[in-house]
Each structure stands twice: as C-alpha cells, then as structure tokens.
C-alpha cells in the first residue's frame, strides 16, 4: 500500500458487490476512505461490508439499481445527508452479455444501454452540484478495450457503451476541471471476473499467449489504476482514458 490517500474522502463505487468493484471498494478503505457500496445485491453488499469493517475499514450500505434514476438521485442525497460530503465516485457498475447481432434483443439494448451509459449520466449529473460547490471532486470510469476497438465476443451494444463513456468522460473533464474536478476512465481488457466466464480456458489460453506480458488481467490490476486517479497526486491528469491490458492493445 503506498499511504493512506484517502482519510476522510467519501467514495461511491457503483457495482461494488463483486469483481473489480468489489476489489475498489476494498482497496479504498485500506487506504482511509468511508466507503458506500452501491450495488443492486443487498447480499453481496452485506459481505463485502463485512470484509472490509473486520479489517478495521468504515463501509455503507448502497442498495440502489443504478438503471432506476430516481434511485440514484436518492443514493446521492441519502451519502450527502449521512456523511455532509461526496469526494469520489467510482462508476464501476456494468452488464455484458454474449451475444451475435442477430441475438441482440430490444430488451438487451435497453438494459445495457441504462446501466452501461445511462447510469453513468445520472450518477455525474447528481453529484455535479456537490462537487461544483465545494471546487473538489474526482470521478473515475469504469469503460472497456471494447469501446476503442469494438468487440466480437459479446453483444455489440456493450461496446457502444463503452465508447461513449469514453465520449463522456472527456466531456465532463472539460465541464467541471475549472471547479476543481476531474473526470478520467480505465479501459480494461482480459480482466477475469464472474462477468468473464464465458470465456473457456482455451480461449483465456489464446488470450493470454496474446497479451505481452503474457496473462490475464486481474480486479487487482484494475483496482490500483483506479485509486490513483482517485488520489491528489493525479490532479493534473483529467480526461484521459488508460488501458489496462498488459500491452495488448497500445494508442
């Protein structure tokens, strides 16, 4: 651990019930911060709560679908009433399914559209206000390497959403810098989580043989990029979008 950078900073991490939301929320309560986990999943919530309070971390309760905005927009007056502050927002929250084009449900879009995107919007534009205010705030991303170069393993949806989230965080860099906030995103690639299972070892082996360090991505790897866009040290770095995926892609 390099220091505890975030004592007394508030984070939201959306998604935080599992995978690399999970691994955020952990990491940024080793480092000093009061953590609220937003997730859809009150069980998944609870136990990742727990892991991090046993470890002598301050955790919170954030049951909220982030697809639903009026739950959001409760989420986000519900951390400023409890804890008078929003600092971070981690939006880490995301739903990819394998899919052909032809496979690609109305419904499906829909829903990738509102979580993947939609959410994204809505969590920025709740804790815009906030952050303006007190001239402070740091606001990573969560897209994917399926946003700079689109993706033939799942539905072609997700990677639309990932691009555009992209698009928006450069947006909201330019909008909110001169408050004191700023917005950056990672773009993962090969990270094995439960989200990744339908990759089957001889595809995680293709995968790996391609990546030039020569394996899989971990939460772990997503997770330390994070926090140091999250941190002070990272103030003059703002709209910028950093891949994450051992060299396999580079621009």
């Not at 509102?114 to 402070?136: F, G, S």
């Not at 689109?150 to 001169?178: C, E, H, I």
Request: net charge neutral; glycine share 10%; hydrophobic share 40%.
């Amino acid at each position: 651990m390099i220091g505890p950078r975030f004592v007394g900073k508030v984070v939201v991490v959306t998604g935080a019930g599992q995978g690399i939301g999970r691994q955020i929320s952990i990491d940024m309560a080793d480092e000093g911060a009061t953590v609220v986990l937003c997730d859809i999943n009150a069980s998944y919530i609870d136990k990742v709560m727990g892991e991090i309070c046993r470890n002598g971390g301050k955790a919170f309760s954030g049951l909220c679908d982030v697809s639903d905005r009026a739950q959001i927009d409760k989420l986000v007056a519900k951390v400023i009433a409890d804890h008078s502050r929003f600092d971070i927002l981690v939006n880490n929250a995301g739903v990819l399914v394998p899919a052909t084009i032809e496979e690609t449900t109305d419904q499906l879009i829909d829903t990738t559209i509102d979580i993947n995107l939609k959410a994204v919007l809505w969590m920025i534009r709740a804790v815009t206000p906030i952050m303006k205010k007190v001239k402070y705030g740091r606001i990573v991303n969560i897209s994917s390497i399926t946003g700079k170069n689109g993706d033939n393993t799942s539905t072609f949806v997700y990677g639309a959403t990932k691009g555009a989230v992209m698009s928006l965080t450069r947006s909201v860099a330019r909008q909110l810098g001169p408050y004191g906030v700023t917005c950056n995103a990672v773009a993962p690639h090969a990270i094995m989580t439960k989200m990744m299972t339908y990759w089957d070892d001889a595809k995680k082996k293709v995968a790996s043989e391609k990546i030039p360090v020569k394996r899989l991505g971990t939460p772990s790897d997503v997770s330390q990029a994070v926090l140091f866009l999250a941190a002070d040290e990272s103030s003059f770095i703002n709209g910028e979008v950093l891949n994450i995926n051992g060299g396999y892609y580079m621009d």
